[in-house]
């Protein structure tokens, strides 16, 4: 069975706990097996090793990786090969492009291609899932520090080789932590 990413969530509080739940940090590691995080009532996701999961499923090879039509999942994931753990915290940040529906299944292949060629380090697309409660989707590229601003814009560069010319927004994981969204959310615009 190949090696499967997912992001998995871990807070230092329980379910009943929201408060802790909000303040998850989001821990990316390769797995053999499928971890997804639940969506808990007050919009946060959080899971905690060794608990059950009733979404869990053995049946990964039956997954749609299709993020246009994809109704297992949240989030699908991509990773460079290279990459054996990433935690998104204060220092992690990620460039965002959104696509409609139509769009969003070519967008999604591009870029697995430039993580498998290591152009960039992780990413993930919401999937239809989400079109519940918005429009379209959105592709995350993470980077690992956001004060590193020469790689900030590697990473908007190796985008815009790829196709991806428009202007992209740049924001901080601190700043969703901290629900930053509006105006202000944007670290970076390029």
Known sequence: MPTQYFFECLASGTRADPAA??????????????????????????????????????????????????EQDVWLNTAAPSLTSFASDEHTGKWCIFRAEHEIDESWTTIKALAAQEKILIAKVSTAIGRRYHDGHVICIYTRNWNDRADLMTVRDVLRAAGFTEELGYKRDIDTMRRVYGPDEWYVRA
């Open 21 to 70: 739940a909000q303040s998850a940090s989001y821990v990316w590691r390769a797995t053999q097996r499928r971890v997804p995080c639940p969506i808990l009532p007050s919009g946060t996701r959080h899971w905690q090793p060794g608990q059950p999961n009733s979404q869990q499923t053995d049946k990964t090879s039956m997954r749609d990786e299709r993020p246009s039509t994809n």
